[in-house]
């Protein structure tokens, strides 16, 4: 299950004897590797002999490591033993197509029960990246991503469309950052992007030299399109379905018809809906 970031990671241990029953080891430690390598030791508690505890307040996003050790002279009533495992912490920016709100009505689930919610939020995921694989960025966020130009064309085709100029925003693009010291610096007010199509030039016609360059910009929808909510939710549903072996199918519905996209099957009456005008393949290059 996948934390927010700043949430408490709960982590439990048991230490069993020769005998396959829990008891107190000698020494127990617990090590969490954080994303960035550092360690964390959080303080243990022990609700009863042989079973321990750690709340650990996530501080980074990313894949956590953490190892339990239990020590001391193996025997009756002596636990000891050893276990790793892992966690994972969501970037304080993911976000969804859905709310989890959207998402628990679609599947007619009560907003008391909050039993689904972890497998939910997972789906839900998911589901955004392959529907933005579709579409184009739907979720607005920053994106950064480097260009190979040589000076041989005055077009650069951004990858991420549709582009979103936030109204305090001065230019479409963030930045324009060379990679190399002798890279070119650019007048971000002389670029010109068209939002649909990604594609930028220079208002004065000049080409971009002496690549690599970092060009950073806002990609998404503020306001998501009817046709992408709904196709969204027809393929939570069918996922929801499968994975509960049709308890989560409507009684009487027709089983969906699927395409294999990427090894991911979505109901044809979901990517009908994403063919909408301006919605799938909205534009740039993949």
């Known amino acids: 299950m996948p934390y927010d970031l700043g949430g408490v990671a709960v982590l439990t ?7 396959d029953e829990a008891a107190a080891a000698a020494a127990v430690t617990l090590t969490i590797t954080q994303p960035d390598g550092t360690l964390a030791t959080p303080t243990i508690q022990y609700p ?25 002279t193996p025997g009756p009533g002596v636990g ?44 839900n995921s998911a589901i955004t990246a392959v529907i933005e694989k579709l579409c ?30 936030p109204a305090g925003q001065a230019y479409p693009v963030i930045s324009i950052t060379p990679v190399m010291t002798y890279g070119m610096e650019y007048d971000l007010s002389l670029i010109a992007v068209d939002p649909v199509t990604g594609v930028m030039r220079h208002t004065a016609g000049l080409s971009f030299f002496n690549g690599p360059y970092d060009v950073s910009y806002m990609a998404g929808r503020p306001i998501v399109s009817d046709n992408i909510m709904t196709g969204s939710r027809i393929v939570l549903r069918h996922l929801w379905s499968l994975e509960r072996g049709g308890a989560g199918a409507v009684r009487g519905q027709v089983a969906d018809d699927v395409t294999m996209i990427m090894g991911y099957a979505i109901p044809n009456r979901a990517l009908e809906l994403l063919d909408g005008a301006g919605t799938r393949d909205p534009g740039g290059i993949a």
């Open 48 to 72: 009863s002999a042989g079973n321990y505890t750690a709340y650990f307040q996530t501080t980074q996003a990313g894949r956590h490591t953490y190892r339990w050790l239990a020590t001391g």
């Open 80 to 123: 000891v033993g050893a276990m790793i495992d892992s966690f994972d912490v969501e970037a304080p920016l993911a976000g969804t197509i859905l709310s989890l709100a959207d998402c628990r009505e679609t599947l007619n689930i009560p907003a008391s029960d909050t039993t689904h919610d972890s497998r939910i939020r997972a789906y």
């Open 136 to 165: 184009g960025p739907v979720v607005v966020r920053q994106v950064t991503e480097r260009y190979l130009e040589n000076g041989m064309s005055e077009v650069l085709i951004l990858r991420s469309t549709p582009l979103y100029q």
């Open 13 to 19: 241990f048991t230490a069993l004897d020769v005998d």
